[in-house]
């Protein structure tokens, strides 16, 4: 019997004998340790577009194959996921890597659902405008069994949203009306700290120190407000309680007013599309009886103004985008695509409701050259990485 033409008597058969073989040794070399599981060595994060419902976020994950030669392994996989407040936002994975040797950069886009955002302000208020936010990359190995984990250092995110409204400045209120002499009130202090925030609302209770400079009673029928986030309206009010301040009498006022969670969505789109900046806006106006008067006249209180500019930066990656968009001359990627899909028509949607990821892959190595596979989250100015 002829052995040789028994194992290859065809092509066919010696390409399959030659595939079982390679399959045998690098499965043998992985298990003895000699070939090694790859790992994720590096996770860079940048919103994309932005709509009414989802806001992409654009992640490179830098993958480390310590391997001497570049492998396709259909069970080799990456989960990915970030969370701000253990408020999970986004979450997605990739199956059926390939890989160059070295290092390779594999490009993902995932959509984050903006209606986690209220959940999400929840915690970062409660938790004294603090959110600590946290990656989570891991790359896994169905055939071996083995997987690496990486997890960056957490950002942590801090605010201070009304902080600078505790004033004791002095402000007038004005009546603006003839017979009538100003000031008809001075404020001489405003305070301002959250309430016990809800699922649905965060209550901010604010005090006005008023003093009524003149011998007769003010009466101050109600004081209204309006919140505004980047013009998105977000509150609004009125306390519908009177006051009667006595002549030459210094009294507090309270004057609570709520922020409506489920507005903050809408928000949010307005921080991301304007480079995460926000300005937060407090109007003020009362309805006060001037003494010798019978009419209560509404009375803006422009002096009471309050305004923040928030800017926030949320990945530590806003200085990088800003310096290579202005490489490229201030071209930049406008895409406002809401599902971005691959070239093979994959689409990955993710284990929870919350997000949905579609990914191309853009594998580098480190020779410098690209191929593309088939399937291929307040002050910025203290943000601080521990």
């Known amino acids: 019997m002829d052995v040789r033409a028994l194992l290859f008597g065809s092509k066919l058969r ?31 994060n940048r919103f ?10 654009r992640t490179d994950l830098v993958v480390h194959n310590p391997n001497p030669v570049g492998a396709r392994l259909g069970s080799l996989g990456v989960n990915y996921s970030v969370s701000m407040n253990d408020v999970r936002v986004a979450t997605g994975e990739k199956q059926g890597l390939g ?24 915690t970062h208020i409660r938790n004294g405008e603090q959110t600590d936010m946290t990656i989570d990359a891991t790359v896994k190995s169905g055939l071996l069994g083995q997987s690496a ?3 960056p250092a957490s950002r ?23 017979l009538v002499e100003d000031p008809v009130l001075v404020v001489r202090q405003t305070n301002a700290s959250w309430g016990e925030v809800t699922s649905a609302e965060t209550p901010i209770n604010l005090e006005f120190g008023v003093y009524n400079p003149k011998s007769t009673p003010v009466v101050i029928s109600n004081i209204g407000y309006n919140i505004t986030m980047n013009d998105v309206q977000v509150g609004s009010g009125e306390t519908e ?3 009667s301040i006595p002549g030459k009498t210094y009294r507090v006022v309270e004057t609570p007013t709520a922020i409506q969670n489920e507005r903050l969505d809408d928000w949010w789109v307005s921080h991301v599309r304007n480079d995460q900046v926000t300005e937060l806006r407090i109007d003020f106006y009362a309805e006060v009886q001037p003494p ?18 928030i800017e926030t930066d949320l990945f530590g990656t806003k200085d ?13 990627d406008s895409s406002s695509s809401d599902t971005t899909t691959a070239a093979d028509g994959d689409t990955t949607t993710t284990s929870d409701d919350t997000t949905t990821t579609t990914t191309e892959d853009s594998t580098t190595s480190d020779d410098g050259s690209t191929t593309t596979e088939d399937d291929g989250l307040l002050d910025r100015g203290r943000v601080s990485t521990p």
Do not use: C
């Not at 994309?48 to 989802?54: L, W």
């Open 292 to 309: 010798g008067s019978e009419e209560t006249i509404r009375v803006p209180l422009d002096d009471m103004t309050y305004t923040k500019t």
């Open 320 to 332: 990088a985008a800003a310096s290579d968009e202005s490489d490229t001359g201030g071209e930049s």
């Open 48 to 57: 994309g577009a932005v709509n009414e419902t989802d806001t992409e976020i």
């Open 149 to 151: 984990t990486f997890q």
């Open 99 to 122: 890989l160059g040797t070295g290092n390779s950069t594999i490009a993902l886009t995932t959509h984050l659902k903006n209606e986690r955002i209220p959940d999400w302000w929840v």
């Open 156 to 178: 942590s995110i801090d605010t201070n949203l009304i902080g600078q409204f505790n004033s004791s400045e002095r402000r007038p209120v004005n009546a603006d009306m003839a």
């Open 241 to 243: 309680e009177t006051e």
């Open 14 to 44: 010696t390409a399959a004998t030659v595939v079982f073989g390679l399959g045998l040794a690098v499965g043998g070399a992985f298990l003895a340790g000699i070939l090694g599981v790859p790992s994720v060595e590096r996770v860079d």
